[in-house]
């Protein structure tokens, strides 16, 4: 990954959520947007990727297009993008299953 070093406080998420797995192993990690969705996160996830040549996503963006909208605006954007996906309530269609006699 070249000279890339994680920043201190993306390391103190890290050991803590890897102390909590170590420590409960059946734990569910269920609330992980609220972390994810912090602006130190996902710019150390950008620089790594940026590092590592990732490839475009599946919606064909690559970095020269994220570098012409500008890294900042576009971390931006989906720090809000995260944190909407976080409280946005997806109804669930329930109805009754039928089961009839063979």
């Not at 890897?18 to 992980?32: M, P, S």
């Not at 890294?71 to 329930?94: D, N, Q």
Request: charged share 25%; with cysteine.
């Amino acid at each position: 990954m070249g000279n890339l070093t994680t920043p201190k406080r993306v390391q103190k998420l890290q050991m803590a959520l890897h102390a909590k797995a170590k420590a409960e192993a059946g734990y569910r990690f269920y609330a992980l947007y609220d972390k994810i969705s912090r602006g130190d996160i996902l710019a150390h996830a950008y620089a790594q990727c940026r590092s590592n040549k990732g490839a475009p996503g599946v919606d064909g963006q690559d970095f020269a297009d994220i570098e012409a909208y500008g890294v900042e605006r576009w971390l931006t954007g989906l720090i809000f993008s995260a944190r909407a996906a976080s409280v946005s309530v997806k109804l669930v269609r329930r109805s009754a299953i039928e089961t009839r006699p063979g």
